[in-house]
């Protein structure tokens, strides 16, 4: 409520160059010091600046035309296998879900962002997309199982390695995107990503560029698990 009225009071230029040095501060922290994320600061943080952002969301993304999704679809023809159940973390109105659900029609999609404005948008907009559905949830702590996923997606996300690590089934992937390379707000440099994924049990890592932005795909070690028609369980 506090942090509502001051942002408010705030010049809007004033307000939008706060936000997005904040926004990079508390991405550094979810890598480098997730323990900054325990409070309920950081996520509140964040609905606060993300929520008022929905509406006009897409319009903002749009304008950088098809090359906010590249690095997305470059990654994913890279993946080594089919997934089955997938989530788009920080899925904001659901272009990285319905990425996936378009592409592989049998997998199961869930998109999670701890906006519940930028989820309200999604539902509305995909409706007709049967593979996907949108949930409010904290990277932070995800209301998932261990092992729940065979991909999990983070375009523009602040990146939580250990509950990455701990929702990635063996055997399975992550995929992590910055549509404006090092200009995205939420960014965390390649060799960090790399470094950081190799040390939560993703042993085989690889980046590459496209469009404006990167990706890495880091494959988690072990053995495969991906089950034919699984159930994603939790959420
Ligand atoms: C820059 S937007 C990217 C949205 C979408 N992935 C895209 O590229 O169009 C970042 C999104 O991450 C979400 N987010 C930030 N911190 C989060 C957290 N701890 N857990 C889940 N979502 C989070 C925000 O609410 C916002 O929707």
Known sequence: MAMRRVRRALPLRTRAWIERKAVRLLTYAAARAPWVWRWRL?????RGTFDPMASSWNRTIGRHGGSWEAPLQAGLRELPHEPRRVLDLGTGTGLGGVTVARRFPDAKVVGA????????EAQQEHRELANVRFVVADGRR???????????TCLNMPLFFAELERVTAPGGCVLVC???????????????????????????????????????LGVRTGEGQHREHGEITGG
Do not use: C, N
């Not at 950081?42 to 964040?46: G, K, L, N, T, Y």
């Not at 962002?113 to 930028?118: G, N, Y």
């Not at 980046?207 to 890495?216: D, E, K, L, P, Y």
């Open 113 to 120: 962002d701890v906006s519940p404005a930028m989820v309200a």
């Open 142 to 152: 995800l209301p998932f199982e261990d092992g729940a996923f065979d991909l999990v």
């Open 178 to 216: 910055f549509s404006l390379a090092e200009r995205t707000p939420i960014y965390l440099p390649t060799a960090e990503v790399e470094r950081r994924l190799k040390g939560h049990g993703f042993g085989e890592v690889r980046s590459s560029s496209a469009g404006q932005g990167v990706w890495t």
């Open 42 to 46: 950081p996520s509140a943080f964040m």
